[in-house]
């Protein structure tokens, strides 16, 4: 069993090497024009205004969570829409099960108005 392992194995440690030699090559290869404007800090073209260590509001951290929440139902509706024809009426029910259970939470989250950025 551990011989199958051996050509995945090989395959990363090439992938490795390549890599390592790659960034290797173009640090000794490429030029090398160090001044300060390149150096600076650069935000969208526009000098940077306060410290990058400032603290986010939670309702920030909120929203993102929310987000991935609601995105990851798209990794089960996907299958379900490939295999729709053959689960028949017991598929349709079951997403229907899943879609009601997203809704009441996002009827929830829309209660405790937890997506307000004020």
Do not use: Y
């Given at each position: 069993m551990p011989e199958e392992y051996i050509p995945i194995v090989l395959i990363?440690?090439?992938?490795?090497a390549f890599g390592m030699v790659a960034v290797w090559l173009s640090r000794i290869l490429g030029p090398r024009r160090d001044y300060p404007e390149k150096l600076t800090t650069y935000e969208s073209g526009v000098e940077p205004v306060r410290t990058a260590h400032e603290r986010f509001s939670v309702k920030y951290y909120m929203v993102a969570v929310l987000f991935?929440?609601?995105?990851?139902?798209?990794v089960f509706i996907y299958p379900w829409a490939v295999r729709y024809r053959a689960l028949g009426w017991y598929g349709l029910i079951e997403m229907v099960v899943f879609i009601g259970i997203l809704l009441a939470g996002y009827i929830y989250i829309l209660k405790k108005?937890?997506?307000?950025w004020d």
């Open positions: 990363l440690l090439c992938a490795l991935i929440l609601f995105d990851i139902e798209v108005e937890a997506l307000k």
